[in-house]
DNA sequence: ATTTTTTGTAAAATATACTTGACATTTAGA
DNA sequence: TCTAAATGTCAAGTATATTTTACAAAAAAT
């Protein structure tokens, strides 16, 4: 799977760390980690907090338009 | 949580049964079924094959922005 | 009215998301 | 340099998403 370089900038943007942003999620830094790393399948209720910490919408984070 | 009413109606614009849904996104009627029921928290891959099928984003079928 | 399809739901089993704890490496500041 | 914060990753455990099998009821079709 490819790395969600979306999510890492937009929490770079926001100048978080991958503690932080996990803290504002209640999920540990690991889970973090491996969601930006991208070798996960997340649940959509953490993709959505994610979402809302880093005030942005799952389209913009987790989708991806190009075909297939 | 939610009855997910977005979700069964671009289901029902295509005249698809949750069975039919079900096998294009290569899970159970019992998933489809628990995912509208709203009672459940997918994956995001799943949401994903979900819109896929749908015709649909995920910001269409499972955002929700007047949230707090 | 009767059959067939669709849907709701539930218990037990399996797969996997997520945690906990830990250690190594990289990056940023002093 | 030196140090601390940030990140990558791994193994083992726990929580929960998803499957399998099954039955009953609602809706649609004949």
Redesign the pocket.
Known sequence: MA?NLKM?SA??ALD???????KR?????????????G?????I???IDICRALGKTLDELFWEDDKK
């Open positions: 790395k890492k929490r770079a978080l760390s991958q503690d932080e942003l996990a999620c209640k999920v540990t830094r690991q889970t973090i980690s491996a969601v930006e790393s070798d996960y399948n997340p649940t209720n953490l993709c």
